[in-house]
């Protein structure tokens, strides 16, 4: 009889945990890691085709020392600035790896520009290959971040709606995590002159 009580304990214990949200919680946040190892993931696609669009340009334009060089410090740069599943919480690394990553992506649109003054640069097949790839890879970032923005809407909205942030105050202590946010100069409008 007692073995019996216990296990009617234990499952009522069980089914008491899945309804205060414990396990929906957890599931969400690893929704978000998993959202986030997939921005990462295209992330770095951008970060491998760039050493063979900067040695592809530079066969052609190699007096663009100065977009060249701007390039290559980003992307050093971009490496550096890392976020872990533990830091997703933190403002401050993720206005870092986000400034970063602008910052990449602003010299990278600087050196295909500068290809509009180079005819030759601009029919050479491997270039154009370069070129594509990387359209495709920014395409796959963009969706990446819309994806990982909505896990993290489920996440957060799961851990503060009720009875979850009494189980998380309680038990899990979670924080809600950043979002991926627009950089700040894409929130101006470019300039058109004719």
């Not at 890691?33 to 340009?57: F, H, K, M, Y």
């Not at 290559?72 to 830091?87: G, H, M, N, S, Y």
């Not at 189980?167 to 924080?175: D, E, G, I, V």
């Amino acid at each position: 009889m007692p073995r019996l009580l216990g296990l009617l304990i234990a499952v009522l214990m069980l089914s008491s945990l899945s309804g205060c949200g414990y396990n929906q919680m957890q599931t969400n946040e690893e929704a978000v890691n998993a959202a986030w190892g997939n921005v990462e993931s295209a992330l770095q696609r951008r970060l491998d085709l760039i050493p063979n669009l900067v040695a592809t340009v530079k066969g052609y334009a190699s007096h663009e020392k100065d977009t060249l060089t701007a390039v290559v410090d980003a992307r050093a740069k971009a490496t550096q600035v890392k976020i872990t599943p533990e830091t997703l919480n933190d403002p401050k690394a993720m206005a870092a790896f986000q400034q970063a990553q602008g910052q990449m992506q602003s010299s990278l649109s600087r050196l295909l520009a500068i290809a509009e003054n180079y005819p030759q640069l601009k029919a050479d097949q491997n270039f154009r290959d370069l070129q594509n790839q990387l359209e495709g890879t920014e395409n796959r970032i963009n969706v990446a971040r819309q994806r990982y923005n909505q896990a993290v809407e489920i996440y957060n909205a799961s851990i503060r709606t009720f009875p979850n942030f009494i189980t998380n105050s309680l038990m899990l202590h979670l924080k809600p995590k950043e979002y991926f946010k627009a950089d700040e100069a894409a929130k101006q409008a470019p300039k058109v002159k004719f």
